[in-house]
């Protein structure tokens, strides 16, 4: 069993930043896909952004390119979620979630989901 744990979230002003942790405790994740997902209220839960196994590869929605960056620690057993700039349109429940194994997960999605974390939630006020 995996148990994912996010942390970071809160409240920023516009044009702030926030990084989001994600620890597993359970199993390792360092041969595994990483992704970012949130959820905004009264919306669906959408992509935010992916890494791959290795870390050698990177995928992010285009709202966010430019501005969030997704690294990892394999050795912490971690993943990362550098928010920059950020905007009120970016507020929302962030869920860390663990992709397939051995893969660059290029086209990331919740179809590739197996575990979730339970979410922190940013919120950028105006």
């Known amino acids: 069993q995996v148990q994912l744990v996010e942390s970071g979230g809160g409240l920023v002003q516009a044009g702030g930043s926030l990084r989001l942790s994600c620890t597993a405790s359970g199993r390792t994740l360092h041969n595994y896909a990483m992704g970012w997902f949130r959820q905004a209220p009264g919306k669906e839960c959408d992509f935010v952004a992916a890494?791959?196994?290795?870390?050698?590869?990177?995928r992010y929605a285009d709202s966010v390119k430019g501005r969030f960056t997704i690294s990892r620690d394999n050795a912490k057993n971690t993943v990362y979620l550098q928010m920059n700039s950020l905007k009120p349109e970016d507020t929302a429940i962030y869920y860390c979630a663990r992709g397939p194994y051995a893969s660059s997960w290029l086209q990331p999605d919740r179809d590739g989901v197996d575990y979730w974390g339970k979410g922190t939630l940013v919120t950028v006020s105006s």
């Open positions: 890494i791959s196994w290795s870390g050698g590869t990177t």
